[in-house]
């Protein structure tokens, strides 16, 4: 009995010798990698999203490790991102604040410019101040992107009326609307631009005085608005161009900086903007011929309010 006892203790002391010291290493083999794991992820807590989990291990710290260097690098791009996107929010609102104009203070202007004319009998002088006026009270419209198709004519009279000043007996334009559609609403800005190509590709390149018509009806549930001129007009080829970069409006007005420069530029916005807001089904259709002249129809559907098409 007391045989065993003794073999009893030396197994136990054995146990105990040589026990600890393994149990310590095997501990300490676990511990030390989760707690270097644990060290990476207090730093990236304060804030150190650069430090990396190092250790080539293919066990679950390694998994850990290689996830939480995943999750790091996703961070660090998003904050990039975001970084950036901060950045371009504050130069936007840098640059709406450098062309931030009091409507009130420029109509007050022009007002007094146009009394100032009329005193000393500068006819001329006085109606193109009051179309310039007429021009920024409908081009502002506070911030609306719809208006009534009277207000888009009176926009382009007054647009006209100021081109009629620099080009004299050159330029002559004649504008009907039937009566049954003027109260209804369209998209703002998109005669401007197109009579803006009639009259700078079109009438200022032909002999002698050039016309613009401008007729505007109803065509069932839509409006069809004719822009024609008599013009220089566009050969086969260049017809052909611009029908097909009519039909990639959409597209080629997301990188505006490539095309900004181009001819028919405008264009192509007012295509974009009428197919984005109703469809491909609208827009802008063209017909021209060399030495004859242009023709643009711009087809929408009728829109009764404008407060009601801007909250769609």
Known sequence: MREINFYLVVFIFIIMFFGIPVSYFLSHSISKPIVQLMSFMRKAEGGNFNVRYQEKRYDEVGLLGRSFNKMLIKINELMHITERQERQKRDAEFRSLQANINPHFLYNTLDTIQWMARKQQANDVAEVVESLAK???????????????????????????????????????????????KDKAVL?????????????????????????????????????????????????????????????????????????????????????????????????????????????????????????????
């Open 135 to 181: 021009l920024f009270r409908i081009g502002l419209s506070k911030g609306r992107d719809v208006i009534l198709l009277k207000e888009e004519i009176e926009h382009i009279e007054s647009y006209l009326t100021i081109q009629k000043t620099r080009y004299r007996d050159k330029l002559n334009y004649q504008i009907e609307v039937e009566d049954s559609i």
């Open 188 to 312: 703002k800005f998109i005669l401007q631009p197109i009579v803006e190509n009639a009259i700078y590709h079109g009438i200022k390149e032909r002999r002698g005085p050039g016309h613009i018509f401008i007729h505007a009806k109803q065509l069932d549930q839509q409006i069809a608005i004719s822009i024609s001129d008599d013009g220089k007009g566009m050969s086969k080829q260049q017809l052909l161009d611009m029908r097909i970069a009519l039909a990639n409006s959409i597209a080629s007005t997301e990188n505006p900086e490539e095309t900004r420069n181009k001819k028919g530029y405008g264009m192509l916005n007012v295509q974009a903007r009428i197919q984005l807001t109703h469809g491909e089904d609208y827009g802008i259709s063209i017909e021209s011929m060399e030495d004859k002249g242009t023709t643009v129809t711009i087809l929408m559907p009728i829109l009764n309010e404008p407060d009601q098409e801007r909250e769609q």
